[in-house]
């Protein structure tokens, strides 16, 4: 299994930001861009999980939608990586490559929670949903 070098950053981080930075806004050097990314995936990733737990246990009283939806997100945690790899090999030959591959993993991961925040955590009436719609 591949380590991302824009991961490893973040052993050495000893603090973890209320909101993840605008890494645009703070552009410096390319370690400084990879920690960045680094912190908003961290971000992104914690923000899945508590969607998804809502999710499963919003609906913990039908095991096949439960067992389903756990499926299905082993099955994109596999998809995640295989296409971010993908994205890391296509940069491969610059220092662009570990924020590109965060980048495709902070994109693909605010899609697969905004859809799980439409699919399982909202009504059809105007019941508000389980939790708000993700930024």
Not at 91 to 106: E, F, K
Not at 120 to 125: E, I, K, V
Request: proline residues 7%.
């Amino acid at each position: 299994m591949k380590n991302y070098l824009l991961l490893l950053p973040l052993a050495f981080t000893p603090f973890i930001h209320a909101e993840p930075p605008d890494c645009e806004e703070h552009a410096g050097t390319t370690l400084d861009m990879n920690l960045c990314i680094a912190e908003q995936v961290t971000a992104a990733d914690e923000q899945l999980s508590r969607y998804l737990q809502a999710a499963l246990q919003r609906y913990s009283d039908d095991p096949a939608v439960v067992d389903l939806l756990q499926e299905s997100q082993d099955a994109w945690m596999n998809y995640r990586k295989t296409y971010c790899d993908a994205v890391y090999q296509q940069w491969s030959g610059g220092s662009i490559r570990g924020i590109m591959t965060g980048n495709c993993v902070l994109q693909l991961t605010r899609q697969r929670t905004l859809q799980i925040w439409a699919d399982f955590l909202t009504y059809m009436d105007s019941t508000p949903p389980v939790l708000p719609k993700p930024e």
